[in-house]
Structures are given as structure tokens and as C-alpha cells.
């Protein structure tokens, strides 16, 4: 990855982007994608839309989530501290001392440290956090932080990427901003290519609270068949998945079976790690939106996902922009088609 990629991918990742606040994300993205048509739902997911030469030519979508974890305020208590709600599970134990970002309506935000204040930590050797003995010190009063802070703010654990070496990297959101890094190099890859069929190239909203986005952006897309970029976790998987081993192609979920043609397809022609989660992603949900999307998630394998220090390793970030370029180079629209209407082809 060049020095200007990096610079893009830290910014990426360090860029707020809880869920219903992915405005500095979808900038970023809106400029890399300038010279494309650009579509958007009214959730704020964004793409851009590679056109081909022949009228009616069928969609590619190539995406990933924009959003990231969070924490949402609930109440103001008396001594000024912020209580919280969690925006998809976090573990309580992983939020305890971690600094934050209460970002205020006027996009504006403030540091504060999550805290755990019914217990001397010098003093007990506590084992065990749960969620509701947690709470946001600001330094401020119940006065001071009325002043600044309302109900529905929300904050995010901060966590700026550093390199751990030069090509290690360290961060928050890197499971997903990283893709979102790579679907942008493939387009700079591809966008003066002569294509027979369209690629939408672009990030979805509002995801990790429940796929929300998700369903709106296929409707708005209505892919014919899609690819979804995700980080994967390599801590205790099963089977095994190594960073620093190139793509990892998820065959199962819990939420969805990958189409089987597009997978065979595309595991015929780039060498994966296979991987079988079960948390889900996108692809959970383009899948079966519309009429039924033939889809498939792949990526790369990542450490602490749902943490601000996530560990992911660029030169397979380079691989599986590579690898993608490639494959939709080879790619059409006769077999695009022949993908999307796979279960008569099972016949």
C-alpha cells in the first residue's frame, strides 16, 4: 500500500462513523469515488455507480458497512458522569478505563473515560464488569455537562490506528474502514476499464445496529449479484485463518449460505483461507433483499475485532485488492447472469 493509500486508510479509520453518524466517512468516500455516478439511500449509505457501454448491463455491488460501534447517552447523572447504551453488543470488560468521544448534535467532541465507580481498583481485584455499573467521568458538573451534552449523543471508543511496524497496523474500525480502503483502490484499479456489466462501489450505513442499512441500500442498488468485504476474526477461529495469509472466503453464517456458484466461481481463481462464522454481515442481508442476491463475503483474517485495537496486516489488504481487481476483470455479464439464476443451474 503507497504512502497516499495509508494516509487514506488512516483517516478511514480514524474518521467518527457510529451508527447514524457517518458523515466524515461518506465524505471521504464521496471524493475517492469523484468521476462515478453517485447513488445514496436516504439512511446515508453511498455508492458509485462504474457504468458499462450496454444498456441494461447487470450490477456488481462490491461494499462493506461504514458504521462502527458505539456507545449512545442516555441520562446525565446528578454528579455530571454520562450513562449509556451500548449500540450492538460490546463487552462491558473491554469499555472499562477506555478513553471516548462524546460527540455533541453540533459535531463537536469531547474526551471523557469510561469508569467503573463502585470499585477502588488499587485496592480490589475486581474479576468481573457489568454493563450497568458503567458510566462516562467528563470532569464537568450536572450543570456543566447539561450545558454541553444531550440525551442521544453518542460517543465512541477512541482509538486512532497506529502502525505497529510498516505494514502492521493497530486501530478502531479497522474491520471494516480497511475494506473500505480496498473497494477504493479496485475501483482506481478499474475505472478506465471496458466493462460489459456495472459495478457499484461504496459503503453502507446504519449497519451494525441490526443490518438497518443493509436492506435499503440493495433496494437501492438492486445488485445482480454482490460482493461483501469484511475483516474476520482469526482469535479462535475454526477452522484457523492467519493474518499475513491473504483472503479469507466465508462459506457459512448463521444468517446466510453464500451462493455456491458464485463462491465455487471465485474460489476457482483466488487462493482463500475458508472461514465459517457466525455473527454474519452484510451479506446476511443482500442475500435475501429484493428478489434474492447471490452473494459472497470475503476479506481478510483480523485480531480483536470489535475493539479499538483491532490488528490488521496492509500487505493482505494489497492481496485482496489484487485478487478482486483480477477477479472482476475476468468477470461478465454472462456469468453474471448465469450466477444469479443459479438454482436452475443446480438442476
Same mark, same amino acid.
Given at each position: ?71 449512545? %447517552? ?35 467532541? =469531547? ?63 479497522? =474491520? ?10 479496485? =475501483? ?58 491473504? %483472503?479469507?472466503?466465508? =462459506? ?96
Amino acid at each position: 500500500m503507497n504512502q497516499r493509500n495509508i494516509q487514506r486508510a488512516m483517516n478511514l479509520c480514524n474518521a467518527m462513523g457510529v451508527s447514524g453518524e457517518e458523515n466524515d466517512v461518506r465524505d471521504i468516500i464521496t471524493e475517492s469515488l469523484a468521476g462515478t455516478t453517485i447513488v445514496k439511500d436516504r439512511l446515508g449509505s453511498i455508492f458509485g455507480m462504474k457504468k458499462s457501454l450496454h444498456e441494461d448491463a447487470p450490477i456488481l455491488m462490491i461494499t462493506t458497512n461504514m458504521d462502527e460501534v458505539g456507545l449512545m %447517552i442516555d441520562n446525565i447523572l446528578e454528579d455530571g458522569r454520562l450513562s449509556f447504551v451500548t449500540l450492538e453488543d460490546i463487552s462491558p470488560a473491554s469499555l472499562l478505563h477506555q478513553r471516548v468521544q462524546i460527540w455533541t448534535r453540533n459535531h463537536k467532541y =469531547y474526551y471523557g473515560v469510561v469508569t467503573c465507580i463502585g470499585t477502588k481498583f488499587m485496592e480490589d481485584a475486581k474479576s468481573t464488569v457489568t454493563l450497568s455499573e458503567l458510566s462516562i467521568e467528563t470532569g464537568m458538573s450536572e450543570t456543566e455537562a447539561k450545558n454541553i451534552f444531550q440525551i442521544g449523543d453518542l460517543a465512541l471508543v477512541d482509538g486512532d490506528m497506529k502502525m505497529l511496524n510498516d505494514h502492521v497496523a493497530l486501530g478502531k474500525a479497522l =474491520y471494516n474502514r480497511l475494506m473500505i480502503e480496498a473497494i477504493l483502490e479496485i =475501483y482506481e484499479n478499474l475505472k478506465d476499464d471496458m466493462l460489459d456489466y456495472q459495478i457499484a462501489f461504496g459503503g453502507i450505513a446504519q449497519s451494525v445496529i441490526g443490518w438497518r442499512g443493509t436492506k435499503t441500500a440493495t433496494y437501492t442498488v438492486r445488485p445482480d449479484i454482490a460482493l461483501v468485504l469484511s475483516g474476520f476474526e482469526a482469535n479462535h477461529a475454526d477452522p484457523t485463518v492467519h493474518m499475513g495469509e491473504g %483472503i479469507v472466503c466465508e =462459506y457459512y453464517d448463521k444468517q446466510m449460505l453464500p451462493s455456491i456458484l458464485l463462491r465455487k466461481d471465485f474460489t476457482s481463481q483466488v487462493k482463500t483461507q475458508p472461514y465459517f462464522g457466525y455473527l454474519g454481515n452484510d451479506g446476511s442481508f443482500i442475500h435475501k433483499t429484493i428478489n434474492g442476491t447471490p452473494c459472497l463475503a470475503v476479506g481478510i483474517a483480523m485480531k480483536n475485532i470489535g475493539t479499538n485495537v483491532t490488528i490488521a496486516d496492509f500487505n493482505d489488504v494489497d492481496t485482496l485488492v489484487k485478487e478482486c481487481t483480477f477477479y472482476c476483470r475476468q468477470l461478465n455479464a454472462e456469468k453474471i447472469h448465469a450466477i444469479q439464476f443459479e438454482a436452475e443451474h443446480e438442476h
